[in-house]
């Protein structure tokens, strides 16, 4: 793995690979999909109540690439977060086809739809961290649903809990982390199985702007150099102006704008305090002591830092 993932030249800790899933995916029946890794084809989605009937989604049809950073932009009850449950097999549409990782939704079994959600890491606006689990457990458990080894735990939760840069309160509790604090656990939590998916609802809705900036630096650095797909719905238009990523736009379920952006440049890093390689100061550099950890985890050098890609990791995600 000496080319993948691709490192930043600040000494940063770098981002894995993500996994390929392929274990997982496989036994879900998820196969290697081309290059789509999501696809909304002719998708309408209703609400009923009564009467009253809502449009989560109508006649949606997109495509999203492995590897590709989109915004799902829209007003308040325009469907964002209609589109992700139905990416998560949360609900159903009434018409059209979901495909997932290759695999059509409809088609995919009751029993198989933990699998699926396994693959897909989820941030949510409210965090859903558990309160009375520290920084460290609350990642850890999303190791241990999955039948991680303590070893692999104990080995694999500190690197990432530096790599959103929260080596010195390991042992916190959610109710001591700021809000941005606590959105990087849950960023950490949702990226420790190193899915290929990682969708956030609303990451921000309840951060100050500059914090804010600090948590799509995160999505950013999991994307460009995870290689993990990220979607992020947000309707923080300020933040998705000025990173020039592709804009998806939802008004009342349709699909109004689909637009590719110029790619993350050095001069839009500049102008946003970003560095060459998109990485803050928030980002710690790597050292062979890793602050937090004494005494209750081992320290990792640079070099265990590096090694945080499975030897069955594919090049490129699933
Ligand atoms: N569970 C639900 N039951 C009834 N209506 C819903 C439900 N979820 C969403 N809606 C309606 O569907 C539309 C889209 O909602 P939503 O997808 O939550 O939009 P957004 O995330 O952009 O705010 C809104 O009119 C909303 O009221
Ligand atoms: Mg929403």
Do not use: W
Not at 39 to 61: A, L, P, T
Not at 81 to 102: A, C, H, N, Y
Not at 230 to 244: E, K, P, W, Y
């Amino acid at each position: 793995m000496s080319d993948n993932p691709r490192t930043s030249d600040t000494g940063s800790m770098r981002i894995p690979a993500a996994d390929p899933g392929t274990q997982a995916m496989h036994q879900v029946g998820l196969k290697p999909p081309g290059s789509a890794m999501v696809v909304f084809d002719h998708v309408s989605k209703r609400y009923v109540e009564g009467d009253h009937v809502s449009v989560g989604m109508d006649d949606v049809n997109l495509r999203i690439d492995k590897g590709e950073f989109v915004f799902v932009v829209g007003h308040s009850g325009s469907g964002k977060s209609t589109f992700i449950r139905l990416m998560l097999k949360e609900s159903d549409p009434d018409q059209g086809k979901i495909m997932v990782g290759g695999r059509s939704l409809s088609t995919l079994k009751a029993s198989k739809v933990p699998l699926l959600r396994r693959n897909i890491g989820c941030v949510f606006q409210d965090f859903k961290l558990l309160p009375n689990r520290s920084v460290f457990e609350n990642i850890a458990y999303a190791m241990q649903v999955t039948g991680a080894s303590k070893q692999e735990i104990r080995r694999r939760v500190p690197q990432i809990i530096h790599l959103v840069g929260l080596s010195e309160k390991v042992d916190r509790f959610p109710d001591e982390l700021s809000g941005g604090e606590q959105q990087r656990v849950s960023i950490a939590r949702a990226f420790i199985n190193r899915p290929p998916l990682l969708i956030a609802d609303e990451p921000t809705g309840n951060l100050d702007p500059e914090t804010s900036l600090g948590i799509m630096d995160l999505l950013l650095r999991i994307n460009r150099e995870g290689g993990t797909t990220v979607i992020v719905a947000t309707h923080d238009t300020g933040i998705v102006d000025r990173l020039r990523k592709r804009v998806i736009q939802l008004e009342g379920g349709r699909l109004v704008r689909d637009q590719a952006r110029g790619g993350y440049d050095d001069t839009v890093a500049q102008e946003i305090g970003l560095d060459r390689t998109g990485t803050t100061s928030q980002f710690p550099a790597v050292s062979a002591h890793v602050p937090g950890t004494t005494g209750v985890f081992p320290a990792i050098t640079p070099q265990q830092l590096q090694d945080t890609t499975d030897p069955t990791d594919g090049p490129e995600g699933i």
